[in-house]
């Protein structure tokens, strides 16, 4: 077997490892729950099903069995003695749910394990038949199967696709779990539960995985570079599962939500009516009341009545007021009671006398002197519920003076407990209670829809914060979720009535309200499933014919990959003179490779947001016409072809025509543009330069700018180096002309101290002490012209190489100190100065910028020459875009012979003036330093000299 057949195999084994352990993971940790009796562990969270200890130790043992399997090989005797236990344990286990269809108890316990509480609808030891039968294929599986796929595919490819159709079966469970609505829960067969699922699931992924290379060996060969359309299938199907699932759940979800939605907005319409309806009804009851309090004729006939003799009290006048009273469905009785609280006249049908909280309540009211309401209570004498109102009466002359007490009893049954037993929709659960708080409970005012004799007898402990009851007491308003009086959890709106102690409650069972969902969840269930199955099938179409344009899309990529390559070795073997005629070739080299007929190649400068054209296509100009030609053209004044800058990214437009608001319009005889790709070219985070090719006869794809971006980079690097290169060439002809330079000027010293050594030996031994003085003066001058020479060379040197920290500086403070520096000569030749007057901030080393000043302008002082009025000019001016420094004078001039020469180490054009000749030498380096150039300009002798420089890198902070 070839060593990476061998390796793609061992990976294999090693993912099939980790599904067995997966699966004994979950088995062990239902194990431990069970240990600690906690029930939505076993359950996932579902208070019905539980896994059960048999399935917990026949999936430790499957487990266990696949794992050896897995990593000792089918033909280890250790692992055929698992496949025979596997086959055995799933015979014996389909024999017992063959016998028990219903589920069957084995007795057996695992040590200490005891039911969870609360969980008593299934016994904790029943197997589903469901999760029998699939033990009993997993056994046959393993043990028949599997050892046989090596003798032949169409056995490995049959182990694959039961493996195959157990995962998406259980599968399919799994997900009715997370929709919340088991499957065969309510039919003849119980399903397995949630943790069961996940075990079968890791241990057919097991065996799955393991089928796979008998299967489909040629899907694990090295230089395959595809996958066959099988394992194509299996990892499509593998990655439409979490996506159909998340589609189902989000599905259900969205179901469960507007369900919600819909029932918790008719609870609070419910709601809003009954305790708005109850509110206006106890005002009906107070609106009678108060027909009675503080009217002076209705309090003088009562006290009429209560100053008649019995005789006369029968056909009183007190009898027709309360006439309306008596004939008012609501009132079913009606005291008078005298200011001592005795009973005067009464109107009752069973006879009896004021009930205790009506004789109560009238006292309250005669202290308080307002209409007063007696809450709900039940008679002692006959235990009817009932309600009162009770009205203070007073003398017509002397309000203060209590006449008597009207008590209207009222009878809920004959209008509040009816409206708020009614529910105006078809419900099997739903109710509405009316509850008060008394004490440290809870009371129910009303019979409760499941105990018929529950009115001012239910009471729930105020520590019960998860019953709506409770929670409406508390002050609690809206809607809630809890668990009511039978701990059956349900969906509550309250509210409070205004003016009373009473709270509304109208809830519903949560499974009425989930429970047209079921049938929908099951629909989604069997939608998923057809989708799966439907999804392998067109994924199977799709990864065949994917496979042929997979193959022709390599072939093509190949080639580009070739022509590339190609194109980069013929940059690379170009042998051009400068960069400019290596990437006038790269360039058509990138034409040939993109197809384009048009392409061009622009420097970019950051800093200025500058473009400066480099290269551009030969068959570019004589199809242009432009008038204005310009190689040099701001960011600010580009159309779409400046937005790879602006984007950083490369812009493919393949209809140029078509209407853009980037596009400004073509310039004056631009040749016209059909299709279009530009990229930035990338250097340390900067983009250094832009590259574009256009009007290729084939739209641009990514393709054209993966390799038109390569290819640039590439470029680029090669450029770098051919620019490199460049450089230090120059450096080293600087080295070769400082070293004769420094050879030649230094030799002249030294051969004079070497002579007059001679010449001083010699005058020794003669005794000439004259001789000696004037040898001994000669070798003094020359070796101080040597340590001249030799500190003005370490200072030309240091330039370059010790930089002092930068800081701003303004133009105007720099040439104020070189002026200073140079005033004594200034003054001596009465030289006129012309300071700028330009306001420029340099960043650099200062006390180099001032050398750079001093040396100008005492060179310019030295050679001022004759001149009757010496003039000396300095400032900053702006020429081609960039800021151009210069010192300027009237003297001698400059021959044009020297112009070139004069900034050479040790050069002078009078040999007899003084300083050393490097001067001018070292304001070049100091400038080359900042990235600048420095140029003399002068009409020739006696016309004066210019001398002009650049400072890229002190002018570009200022710009940032």
């Known amino acids: 077997m070839p060593e990476k057949l061998k390796n793609d195999s061992e990976r294999y084994r090693t993912v099939a490892r980790i599904c067995c352990s997966a699966a004994a993971a979950v088995a062990l940790m239902v194990w431990l729950a069970l240990e600690l009796g906690i029930p939505r562990v076993p359950s996932q969270g579902h208070p019905l099903i539980l896994m059960a200890p048999s399935t917990v130790l026949a999936s430790l043992l499957y487990a266990g069995a696949a794992f050896l399997i897995a990593g000792q090989g089918r033909e280890h005797r250790v692992a055929r003695v698992c496949l025979a236990a596997m086959l055995l344990c799933g015979a014996l286990v389909a024999l017992l749910s063959l016998c028990f269809p219903h589920g069957w108890y084995s007795g057996f316990q695992l040590p200490a394990a005891r039911p969870p509480v609360g969980v008593t609808q299934t016994p904790l030891d029943n197997m589903s038949p469901i999760t029998a039968i699939s033990f009993l294929v997993a056994g046959c599986a393993f043990s028949v199967l599997l050892p046989a796929a090596s003798q032949g595919k169409r056995r490995a490819r049959m182990s694959f696709w039961v493996a195959l159709l157990f995962l998406a079966g259980y599968f399919m469970l799994l997900l009715a779990y997370l929709l919340g609505t088991p499957m065969f829960y309510d039919g003849l067969l119980f399903p397995p539960s949630a943790t069961t699922c996940l075990a079968f699931m890791a241990l057919w992924s097991a065996f799955l995985v393991l089928s796979l290379p008998a299967a489909w060996p040629d899907a694990l060969l090295p230089d395959g570079g595809t996958r066959r359309s099988t394992l194509a299938l299996m990892a499509g199907f593998v990655l439409l599962v979490p996506g159909l699932l998340g589609a189902g759940f989000f599905y259900h979800r969205n179901m469960e939500s507007e369900r919600l939605r819909e029932v918790q907005g008719r609870l609070s319409a419910i709601a809003d009516l009954k305790s708005g309806e109850i509110a206006h009804w106890r005002e009906e009851r107070r609106i009678d009341a108060s027909f009675f309090h503080q009217n002076r004729a209705f309090s003088a006939i009562v006290e009429s009545y209560l100053r008649a003799s019995p005789r006369g009290r029968g056909e009183h006048a007190l009898h027709a007021w309360l006439a309306s009273v008596r004939a008012n469905r609501n009132y079913d009785g009606l005291y008078l009671l005298d200011g001592e609280g005795r009973d005067r006249l009464g109107y009752s049908p069973d006879k009896d006398p004021p009930p205790g909280p009506l004789i109560e309540g009238a006292a309250q009211a005669l202290r308080s002197a307002n209409i007063g309401f007696v809450d709900l209570y039940r008679d002692r004498l006959n235990g009817k519920i009932s309600m009162g109102v009770v009205v203070p009466l007073f003398d017509a002359l002397n309000q203060r003076r209590k006449v008597a007490v009207l008590a209207l009893r009222i009878d809920p049954e004959q209008y509040l407990f009816p409206f708020v037993r009614v529910w105006p929709t078809v419900s099997t659960t739903a109710e509405s209670l009316l509850v008060r708080r008394e004490g440290n409970h809870v009371l129910f005012l009303n019979d409760v829809r499941f105990n018929k004799e529950s009115a001012l007898r239910l009471r729930i402990p105020m520590d019960r914060g998860e019953v709506p009851a409770v929670m409406a007491v508390t002050g609690r308003t809206g809607l809630v979720k809890g668990v009511d009086y039978r701990g059956e959890p349900v969906l509550a709106s309250l509210r409070a009535i205004p003016d009373s102690p009473w709270h509304l409650v109208s809830r519903i069972d949560s499974h009425e309200v989930y429970g047209p969902l079921r049938e929908r969840v099951r629909i989604t269930v069997a939608l998923i499933a057809a989708l799966l199955v439907s999804a392998v099938g ?335 000019g300095i400032g900053a001016e702006q020429m081609a875009g960039e800021t151009v420094l210069f010192v300027r004078d009237n003297g001698m001039g400059i021959d044009q012979r020297y112009r070139e020469n004069i900034f050479g180490m040790f050069n002078k054009l009078d040999v007899a003036s003084e300083g050393s000749g490097l001067g001018l030498a070292l304001v070049k380096r100091i400038v080359e330093m900042y990235g600048g150039r420095i140029w003399v300009e002068s009409e020739g002798e006696g016309n004066g000299s210019s001398f002009r420089f650049t400072l890229p890198k002190a002018l570009g902070r200022s710009g940032e």
Not at 635 to 653: D, H
Not at 683 to 694: E, F, L, P
Not at 697 to 715: G, H, I, K, N, P
């Open 538 to 872: 067109v994924a199977a179409f799709v990864w065949k014919k994917r496979n042929l344009d997979f193959y022709r899309q390599s072939e093509r990529d190949a080639r580009r990959h070739r022509e590339r390559l190609q194109c980069l070795v013929n940059v690379l073997q170009y042998q051009g003179d400068s960069i400019e005629s290596i990437l006038d070739y790269a360039l058509a080299e990138m034409l040939g490779l993109t197809g384009s007929r048009y392409g061009y190649i622009f420097y970019y400068n950051e800093r200025k947001r500058l473009f400066t054209l480099c290269s551009w296509s030969g068959n570019v100009m004589p199809d242009c016409a432009l008038v204005d030609f310009q190689e040099q053209c701001p960011l600010e004044n580009t159309g779409i072809w400046g937005e790879v800058v602006r984007q950083r990214t490369a812009i493919v437009i393949n209809d140029f025509s078509a209407p853009n608001p980037l596009k400004t319009g073509y310039p004056e005889g631009h040749v016209a543009l059909t299709r279009f790709l530009t990229v930035p070219v990338i250097d340390q985070g900067s983009i250094v330069a832009v590259a574009g090719v256009a009007n290729k006869e084939t739209e641009y794809d990514d393709s054209d700018v993966t390799q038109f971006s390569l290819l640039m980079d590439a470029v680029w690097k090669v450029a770098e180096r051919k620019r490199s290169e460049d450089e230090l060439r120059q450096r080293n002809a600087e080295l070769e002309r400082f070293t004769y330079t420094v050879s030649h000027d230094l030799k002249s010293p030294v051969v004079t101290i070497s002579a007059f050594l001679g010449y001083l030996e010699a005058d020794m031994k003669n005794g000439d002490q004259e001789r000696i003085g004037k040898d001994i003066g000669y070798i003094r001058t020359a070796a101080d012209k040597m340590g001249f020479l030799l500190g003005e060379l370490l200072e030309f040197l240091r330039v370059g190489w010790v930089i002092s920290n930068p800081v701003w500086v303004d133009f105007q403070d720099l040439v104020q100190e070189a002026l200073q520096l140079v005033a004594g000569p200034i003054s001596r030749r009465r030289v006129r100065v012309d300071v700028p007057v330009n306001r420029i901030m340099l960043f650099g080393d200062r006390s180099r910028l001032v050398e750079v000043f001093q040396n100008l302008v005492e060179n310019a002082v030295k050679y001022m020459g004759d001149q009757a009025d010496p003039f000396i």
